[in-house]
């Protein structure tokens, strides 16, 4: 059966063992829930960062260009390396996660697509971009929504993206 869902943290990095957490503020417990996101494959540059031996399994460690951490089974990291290309420990893909009993790892599905590559940016260069877009000021309109066309909004992100220089939507 397909992961429907996967636990992250905090910080964004994927769970290898949801165990319950608590905090104890104010003397009470209370538990501290996950962050269960939609299992959607992705594509994302990740570079092995280290392994570790638990009592049933043995994982390794990959963490994209934010610093998010996500975890991969042994098993799958067997299959990645008869089909994907490295390049000094860093691997660009299509990936998503995969549960073996109560764990979740991260699985590589394939290379990306010439598409999925023009795509990939980091979170601070999306912000940038994002600070980069003049869009001039218009009176709200009675239902409170400002409607911008998606065709206008991705041009203006791959302009700012690629010259760096404000630009208007």
Do not use: C
Not at 110 to 118: M, S
Not at 120 to 140: K, Y
Request: glycine fraction near 8%; avoid cysteine.
């Amino acid at each position: 059966m397909p992961v429907t869902e996967a636990p992250y943290d905090e910080q964004g990095n994927l769970i290898h063992y949801p165990k319950t957490r608590y905090t104890y503020a104010n003397g009470v417990r209370t538990e501290i829930p996950y962050d269960w996101r939609l299992n959607e494959p992705f594509t994302a540059t990740l570079k092995v960062t280290g392994f570790e031996r638990g009592r049933s399994a043995a994982r390794f460690f990959w963490a994209d260009q934010d610093g998010h951490e996500f975890p991969m089974f042994l098993k799958d990291l067997d299959q990645m390396l008869m089909t994907a290309d490295f390049t000094r420990g860093t691997v660009t893909g299509r990936w998503d996660v995969a549960k073996r009993g109560e764990n979740y790892g991260l699985r590589y599905l394939g290379p990306a697509d010439d598409a999925d590559q023009a795509l990939l940016v980091t979170r601070a260069e999306l912000v940038h971009a994002l600070a980069q877009i003049d869009i001039p000021e218009m009176p709200l309109p009675a239902d409170g929504v400002i409607t911008l066309s998606a065709e206008s909004l991705a041009d203006a992100l791959v302009e700012a993206l690629t010259s760096g220089k404000k630009v208007q939507v």
